[in-house]
């Protein structure tokens, strides 16, 4: 999952450990806004066709389409009840409030969290000063 779809999760919470409650609970907020952008206003393009000629690869592609439109062009297999709801999912969404104001505020908190958890970096240990020495340094000189 997390392969396909790499721009979506870590470009969106980023790459650290989220193990408490609490930030579960944000995660899952966020997540809930992130598939109503990614189904309602983000397009993608489906494989066709592909040829082979010789070494060269020919690729044939649709006409980029949201998920929502998909399922709202298909015809026999959504039942009428779900492409209802989605409609009516879809009539109020603004992407521009859900992505900039919504997704960040959350995914600011998240990082506010997960930081505050991991407290100062610790010191490095400080080693022997050139004159701490147990032996006395011998110069031919």
């Known amino acids: 999952m997390e392969q396909k779809n790499w721009h979506i999760i870590r470009q969106t919470v980023g790459y650290h450990r989220y193990d408490t409650a609490a930030e579960l609970e ?33 690729k044939t592609y649709d006409r980029p389409a949201t998920p929502f439109q998909r399922v709202l062009a298909d015809t026999g297999t959504v039942a009428r009840e779900v492409k209802t709801r989605l409609r009516r999912e879809n009539k109020p969404l603004n992407p521009a409030a859900i992505q900039q104001r919504q997704t960040q505020t959350l995914c600011a908190e998240l990082q506010t969290l997960t930081t505050a958890k991991q407290g100062p970096k610790p010191q490095p240990a400080i080693r022997a000063k050139p004159n701490d020495s147990t032996k006395q340094s011998r110069r031919a000189s």
């Open 26 to 58: 944000l995660l899952n907020r966020i997540w809930a806004l992130q598939r109503l952008l990614t189904n309602h206003f983000g397009p993608q393009q489906k494989l066709l066709a592909k040829v082979r000629t010789g070494a060269k690869v020919s």
